[in-house]
T-cell receptor, first 116, second 117 residues
Framework: GAVVSQHPSRVICKSGTSVKIECRSLDFQATTMFWYRQFPKKSLMLMAT???????TYEQGVEKDKFLINHASLTLSTLTVTSAHPEDSSFYICSARRWGQGYEQYFGPGTRLTVT | AQKVTQAQTEISVVEKEDVTLDCVYE???????LFWYKQPPSGELVFLIR??????QNEISGRYSWNFQKSTSSFNFTITASQVVDSAVYFC??????????????FGQGTTLQVKP
């Protein structure tokens, strides 16, 4: 159990368009989901913490109007990159924390975004 | 502030050699968790271990072993008799009870391990 999926796995979009990435916990309820960003050969940087039914908490330096996060249900969180630019190209990874299971996080397979 | 440092950026070994990946952390929390993850070229993070701050027992799982020492704030990872399939980026991470108890992970910079045949 504890499987997290992300869709799409890869996406290429044109500069100025918006892209939505979905993160789903397939076999458990996730009260908290996290969104990370990873540049090539770099570490994972936490972008925001998403709690079901409430507004996301963004890390310092992350533009909330550019990276819209919605956690509409206990199994789904979405990240929308609005008006994407080439510098937004990156590997985006989500993780989900299972209700009542302490600090264990289960990671999705990641989404590679390329903005042309 | 919380911080995780993996001083080794890249390590290259020959198959069957033992290799240790270092991890040093900083936190003011008295209760915290430490993790190791493996990231193969596919990009998906693979969970390896979680250790809480009250458990300093070393752990062994097959060819993998972990040495947790609170006195030096270190949580090192050793692979014995390395194999080519061990080639990946390895991340050490920290989650503390502070920061609103969100459970967010602070990652180290990662160590790229290359195991040559």
């Amino acid at each position: 159990g504890a499987v997290v999926s992300q869709h799409p796995s890869r996406v290429i979009c044109k500069s100025g368009t918006s892209v939505k990435i979905e993160c789903r916990s397939l076999d458990f309820q996730a009260t908290t989901m996290f969104w990370y960003r990873q540049f090539p050969k770099k570490s994972l940087m936490l972008m925001a913490t998403s709690n079901e039914g409430s507004k996301a908490t963004y890390e310092q330096g992350v533009e909330k109007d550019k990276f819209l996060i919605n956690h509409a249900s206990l199994t789904l969180s979405t990240l929308t990159v609005t008006s994407a630019h080439p510098e937004d190209s990156s590997f985006y990874i989500c993780s989900a924390r299972r209700w009542g299971q302490g600090y264990e996080q289960y990671f999705g397979p990641g989404t590679r975004l390329t903005v042309t | 502030a919380q911080k995780v440092t993996q001083a080794q950026t890249e390590i290259s070994v020959v198959e069957k050699e033992d290799v240790t990946l270092d991890c040093v952390y900083e936190t003011r929390d008295t209760t915290y968790y430490l993790f190791w993850y493996k990231q193969p070229p596919s990009g998906e993070l693979v969970f390896l271990i979680r250790r809480n701050s009250f458990d300093e027992q070393n752990e062994i799982s097959g060819r993998y072993s972990w040495n947790f020492q609170k006195s030096t704030s270190s949580f090192n990872f050793t692979i014995t008799a390395s194999q080519v399939v061990d080639s990946a980026v390895y991340f050490c991470a920290l989650s503390g009870r502070g920061s609103g108890n969100t459970g967010k992970l602070i990652f180290g910079q990662g160590t790229t391990l290359q195991v040559k045949p």
